[in-house]
């Protein structure tokens, strides 16, 4: 992956069309960039998706809704009841109700009533829109542009009178590239060789050699193993340690080897699901093993395994989509067209592992807790098969004596059978080797891993979130206002997978560009990395 962040960052503005398309006309109103800001932090808590928690039955997200109820009369502002009440000085009627705390502003007032008078037109929210090309724009000072990226950056400062800083010196090139590809800043010995080099291609060197560091790879995982929530220990009272270190240094190795991010998607949430997976394709999927668990003895094991679950969900669509769903765990989003059953039917992927809800505390020493896949580990197993080859060795022999012992002995009483010489050592042996064994197999390295179970857990939503009060039966699908899954993807975590990297989902190249923009610039084009949603 030496060269996705480079690619992403060059390719940001197609994913981000939507919001850099050509501003419109003076004094035009677009619904996106202008008001649904304002009805969404103002407005949709009561009058949004939610029908739980919808007010006096309106529904100001949707068009004809709004427009059904006379709260938008477009092109009237005068006989729209919205302006009305945003007006009134009525404290009765006066919307938001001061009880919400919400207030609007002169500025917001004007927008709303310019909005109705030009139409009331709605958009969809910009980033359901599907992704598409978006013209390079021509710039004045085309010398300046390196590449079209730099175009788009250029066109902004030509639009609004400004000039681009000047190209920074070479020791702060070295050490702004140094930082952001490695984390580790330059050593003197390559700033000096970095300022000897006169070549056109001097600084593209650089770069090259940063990319080919093994640090690059550390330094990129840091970002993607705090978005997948990365732990060493189980969380909660116990916080005992687990081994989901082989899962990081799978990520490492995975952006130094370039990997493609379809694949990287991929082998994390599916990769023991693709036919032949391999050993490190099972060590990818302990990302969604990283949730906390709970080892407390007292504890209700399916009350966790839906906590369990619901981390997954949530992770999933922060990743990767960039949406809250938590709120939609106990009703229908509030602010974006989520429903409850969205939120369950994506949960149905993630139920089938066959896990319990509590971990292993009761045992005398810490293990991982099931599913896992053990490690290699070649001092251990050649320990193993030479501890192995003994206990066999010990068992012929007990069993050549246990054969050769007599029916009856001299003295003894009540017809058991005495022991012939040494048949007692011989049973010793084999318990002592037995023991070793099983002390060598738990010295043996595992790590946490996704499994699917072989009759499949029914999933059911979840009144008000609570894992004892199980509604309607739900089969696993994806939220019903994105495109839809192929109908050749298998219903299962691969499958979803396979719809993430989509080219029909206008979510993960949008999200995915932007968490490496955030990562190298400071702050993302959608500053809300983790929501891209109606409040991102």
């Known amino acids: 992956m030496a060269t996705v962040a480079a690619s992403l960052v060059l390719i940001a503005c197609f994913a981000f069309n939507v919001v850099a398309a050509e501003p419109s006309g003076e004094g035009r109103i677009e619904f996106n960039r202008d008001v649904r800001p304002i009805l969404s932090d103002n407005c949709f808590y009561c009058h949004g998706p939610d029908k739980s928690q919808r007010q006096a039955d309106l529904r100001l997200d949707v068009r004809e809704e709004a427009v059904k109820a ?42 709303l009533q310019k909005w109705i008078a030009q139409g009331a037109e709605y958009e969809r929210h910009w980033s359901f829109e599907p992704l598409a090309p978006v013209q390079v724009p021509t710039v004045k000072r085309e010398d300046w542009a390196r590449n079209d990226l730099d175009r788009f950056v250029l066109e902004r400062l030509e639009n609004e009178g400004l000039a681009p800083s000047a190209e920074a010196d070479k020791e702060t090139l070295i050490r702004r590239a140094a930082l952001d590809l490695t984390g580790l800043p330059p050593t003197p010995a390559e700033v000096d060789a970095f300022l000897a080099d006169v070549s056109a291609d001097a600084f593209e060197k650089v770069v090259d050699r940063l990319l080919n560091s093994p640090h690059y790879g550390e330094r990129m995982a840091i970002d993607w193993l705090d978005a997948a929530r990365y732990a060493d220990s189980n969380g909660y009272q116990v916080d005992r340690d687990r081994e989901l270190w082989p899962r990081r240094d799978w990520v490492i190795r995975a952006f130094n080897a370039n990997m493609p991010f379809d694949q990287f998607t991929i082998e994390q949430l599916a990769g023991d699901l693709l036919p032949s997976a391999t050993l490190e394709a099972r060590i990818a999927t302990g990302f969604h093993r990283n949730h906390m668990l709970n080892e407390e003895g007292g504890i209700i094991p399916d009350e966790f395994l839906a906590e369990y679950t619901a981390d997954r969900v949530e992770t999933t669509a922060a990743v990767w989509l960039g949406q809250t769903f938590t709120c939609a765990r106990c009703h229908d989003h509030k602010f974006d067209p989520f429903t409850q059953r969205d939120y369950y039917a994506l949960k149905a992927f993630f139920h089938n592992v066959p896990e319990r809800g509590v971990g292993a505390y009761g045992e005398s020493i810490r293990r991982n807790a099931p599913p896992f896949v053990k490690l290699p580990a070649p001092e251990i197993e050649a320990k193993l098969a030479e501890l192995n080859a003994k206990l066999k060795t010990a068992n012929d022999r007990l069993a050549e004596l246990s054969g050769a012992q007599p029916q009856e002995a001299a003295g003894v009483k009540d017809g058991k059978q005495a022991e012939v010489a040494g048949q007692k050592e011989a049973k010793e042996e084999v318990e002592s080797l037995k023991k070793q064994i099983a002390a060598a197999e738990d010295e043996s390295p595992t790590t946490l891993v996704m499994e699917e179970m072989t009759q499949p857990r029914a999933t059911f939503i979840l009144m008000r979130g609570a894992y004892d009060k199980p509604g309607e039966q739900v089969a696993a699908a994806t939220p019903a206002v994105l495109p839809a899954m192929d109908e050749s993807l298998p219903r299962n975590r691969l499958g979803l997978a396979r719809w993430l990297v989509s080219p029909q989902n206008p979510l993960t190249a949008r999200v995915t560009v932007n968490r490496f923009w955030q990562q190298l610039f400071g702050s993302g084009l959608v500053r809300t990395s983790e929501d891209f949603g109606s409040q991102g």
């Open 70 to 111: 006379r709260a938008i009369s477009p092109g009237d502002v005068a006989a729209s009841e919205l302006v009305a009440r945003i007006l009134t000085d009525d404290a009765e009627l006066q919307m938001p109700p001061s009880e919400s705390r919400k207030q609007l502003t002169p500025r917001h007032k004007e927008i």
